[in-house]
């Protein structure tokens, strides 16, 4: 494929810094179609144009690095397909944290939703949620660990990637997991912006409460935007004697608006609440002035968030009292492929519309060739 003259892409006013030149592609048209990617061809006439990048947005409200252009365009690309059902999927900018706050400043509830892999990320933002949430739950439901503190910090970071490549418009944050930043806020530091650089992140979530108040207003600080996560915590699931509900008595749930006011005085941008009575909760969420998140939390906090393999049917196993199923996904995806293993036992698939088709003057052509060349085989 030719490529023409690569465009000089002038310095945007106050950008800090010259943009890489953008190459124009010039296939010919027609030469390439696929319906599950828009890839459009185009001649040397009609160049791709590429809109210019504003600078990086380190204003105290988040912190997004911006991508690089061409990954960015091949990330993108797939948003762009057309449907089956031929409906324009709507396009939206990025969500981003000053998004979730007018967002609770208008009483507008808020969704998140757990993606971790290229896939789940480009389900997640075709439903148009607005937060995806890399959780360290992937310990779990995608890796087979027995718990969520197995997971190393590096693993996150290469889910995270994955799943910035199939989002473009959802806010991304992902978990530090257990041990990458209860050492110091300097680990802390060090990890969070490992994850947003490596691993393309927005925002950061990290558990804890006033413990770990002093470490997040140092990234909050540092213009990293945090989400906080307290009542059940699992990656303290142990110290807590399992998975078990939080906040039940008076003086708990006083202990977890105690700790959601110190980490809003730090500097959090959204707290999740945790496996909380729904009548605490109210009140908490009513006591603070950033949103609230509910997982098992009941209805009144500022949004909810659920892990999505597990709303998709996922599982089998032990269902948690908070979790509504909105699919079957074991039980439809499990005989899907017993049918296709079935049919390539019975030789029943592929049928002629999945083959190639060739003329058969070449097929004709390489039996003779077969013959005088490969009788011996």
């Excluded at 002038?10 to 030149?21: A, E, L, M, Q, V």
């Excluded at 609770?104 to 148009?128: E, M």
């Excluded at 899907?336 to 029943?348: G, L, P």
């Amino acid at each position: 494929m030719q490529r023409s003259l690569a465009r000089i892409v002038p310095k945007t006013p106050g950008s800090g810094c010259c943009r890489r030149p953008a190459l124009a592609r010039t296939q010919p048209r027609g030469s390439f179609s696929s319906s599950h990617s828009q890839i459009h061809t185009c001649t040397a006439q009609q160049p791709l144009l590429r809109s210019s990048r504003p600078a990086a947005r380190h204003n105290g409200e988040s912190f997004v690095p911006w991508r690089n252009s061409r990954a960015e365009s091949v990330r993108w690309s797939h948003y762009n397909a057309t449907p089956a059902d031929g409906s324009v999927p709507a396009v939206r900018p990025r969500v981003t944290v000053l998004d979730i706050k007018k967002m609770h400043k208008n009483n507008v509830p808020i969704s998140v939703i757990t993606a971790h892999d290229y896939i789940s990320a480009v389900i997640a933002d075709r439903a148009q949620v607005d937060v995806i949430l890399v959780g360290d739950s992937l310990s779990m439901v995608s890796l087979g660990y027995e718990n969520t503190n197995e997971i190393e910090l590096d693993e996150m970071i290469y889910h995270a990637k994955a799943v910035s490549r199939g989002s473009k418009s959802c806010l991304l944050v992902a978990d530090l997991p257990f041990g990458s930043y209860e050492v110091s806020p300097e680990q802390a530091a060090a990890s969070a912006i490992q994850m947003i650089k490596r691993g393309d992140m927005q925002a950061i979530k990290i558990e804890g409460g006033v413990e770990n108040s002093a470490t997040i207003k140092k990234l909050t600080s540092m213009g990293i935007s945090i989400m906080g996560h307290i009542g059940l915590t699992p990656q303290r699931q142990a110290s807590l004697g399992g998975f078990k509900v939080q906040g039940k008595t008076a003086e708990s749930a006083e202990s977890i608006l105690q700790d959601a006011l110190a980490l809003q005085d730090a500097g959090c941008f959204a707290i999740v609440l945790e496996a909380v009575p729904a009548p605490m909760a109210d009140l908490i969420t009513q006591k603070l002035s950033i949103p609230t998140i509910g997982i098992g939390a009941g209805p009144h906090t500022s949004g909810q968030v659920l892990v999505q393999l597990d709303m998709l049917g996922g599982f089998d196993g032990f269902t948690p009292k908070f979790l509504k199923k909105y699919s079957n996904y074991l039980d439809i995806n499990t005989e899907a492929i017993k049918q296709y293993n079935s049919e390539v036992k019975e030789r029943q698939f592929p049928e002629p519309q999945h083959c190639y088709n060739v003329k058969q003057e070449n097929v004709d052509k390489f039996k003779q060739l077969l013959q005088e060349k490969y009788s011996h085989l």
